[in-house]
């Protein structure tokens, strides 16, 4: 069983995941990659539907090369990949933007709560 501070910290980065994600300023195909990770770390059950959409869309684009993995990968074979690529991040866009979105509206609130909990222990300790 995990200690309440490190779920509250797991959530916490599926959150951030989740809103640079929908900010589009990380790949859909990355954020789904860690947040399936995030999802396992948190005991998610495979069951549950985010999980298994993450699972799904991970395993269509596990072949791709996307963040810094594309380092070790020889740019010819990148350039010749870059449309397969870009169709997949509009592909894992479109089935992903549900779960970033459920993501949000999950686990914000447990975080806000989590800090407001800390902020009403800090109260009392003063």
Do not use: C, Y
Not at 24 to 38: D, Q, T, Y
Not at 72 to 87: N, Q, V
Not at 98 to 122: C, H, I, P, T, Y
Request: glycine fraction near 8%.
């Amino acid at each position: 069983m995990r200690a309440p501070e490190e779920t509250a910290g797991l959530k916490a980065r599926a959150v951030s995941v989740a809103t640079r994600a929908l900010a589009h300023e990380i790949s859909p195909i990355l954020a789904v990659r860690e947040l399936r990770g995030i999802f396992w770390e948190l005991g998610v059950p495979d069951s549950d539907p985010d999980s298994l959409r993450l699972t799904g869309l991970d395993s269509e684009t596990d072949s791709l090369p996307v963040g810094s993995v594309r380092e070790l990968w020889d740019p010819e074979a990148l350039r010749r990949m870059s449309d397969d690529i870009a169709k997949a991040e509009a592909w894992v866009w479109e089935f992903g933007e549900g779960v970033f979105r459920n993501v949000l509206s999950n686990w914000r609130a447990v975080e806000q709560q989590d800090a407001a909990d800390g902020a009403g222990k800090m109260e009392r300790r003063s």
